[in-house]
Each structure stands twice: as structure tokens, then as C-alpha cells.
């Protein structure tokens, strides 16, 4: 069945960098697109960025030009690259496909900014 295991997540200050990682298996992982959303306390979940199987990209206009999603086709592994981070990035952050007319989510990892 179709797994996503998030990590990277932490405690960092105002303008630091996270790198998380998405580990995915259970499908045909080069075929499909993936990404990344993050949801805080008392919001909405949100797409942060998204990563097609061509590896063509797209961000969240708040995000754009701090993050930079990837993907490892070799290690069927997705990656947020999150700098200049600031504390309204705090949130628990989620993979995710949309596999055969499901969505499948990992179970989050938190990202916390705070001096």
C-alpha cells in the first residue's frame, strides 16, 4: 500500500533552514507528481509546493523563491528545501499523492520558528 514518511522537522530561529524529506513507496514513483502541504494551529491545510513527475514546480506565492521542492527518483524521496524561514512557517507539514483517485498523506512532521 502506498506509504509517505515524513522527517526534517524542528525548532529553528527566524531566518534558518529546515531540509525536510518525504519517503514514499507502495506505487510507481517516478509516474506520478507529489507535494508538500502544511497546516497550522487553527487553519486550513495548505499546498505549499508542488513537484510533477517531469519535475516541473510550483510554490505558494509566500513561499516562492524561499523553498525549493525536489525529488530523488532513485531513492523515491521527495525534499523541501525551506530558508529564510520565518515564524508564520510554522506548522505541521505534510507529503502528498493523489494515487488512483485517493489522496494519501504521511503522518506530518512539525516545524516550529521561534527566537
Known amino acids: 500500500q502506498v506509504q509517505l514518511v515524513e522527517s526534517g522537522g524542528g525548532l529553528v530561529q527566524p531566518g534558518g533552514s529546515l531540509r525536510l524529506s518525504c519517503a514514499a513507496s507502495g506505487f510507481t514513483f517516478s509516474a506520478y507528481a507529489l507535494s508538500w502541504h502544511r497546516q497550522a494551529p487553527g487553519k486550513e491545510r495548505e499546498l505549499v509546493a508542488f513537484i510533477s513527475a517531469g519535475r516541473t514546480t510550483t510554490y505558494q506565492d509566500s513561499v516562492r523563491g524561499r523553498f525549493t521542492i525536489s525529488r530523488d527518483n532513485a531513492k523515491t524521496a521527495i525534499y523541501l528545501q525551506m530558508n529564510s524561514l520565518k515564524p508564520e512557517d510554522t506548522a505541521v507539514y505534510y507529503c502528498?499523492?493523489?494515487?488512483?483517485?485517493?489522496?494519501?498523506w504521511g503522518q506530518g512532521t512539525q516545524v516550529t520558528v521561534s527566537s
Open positions: 502528498n499523492i493523489a494515487w488512483r483517485g485517493s489522496n494519501y
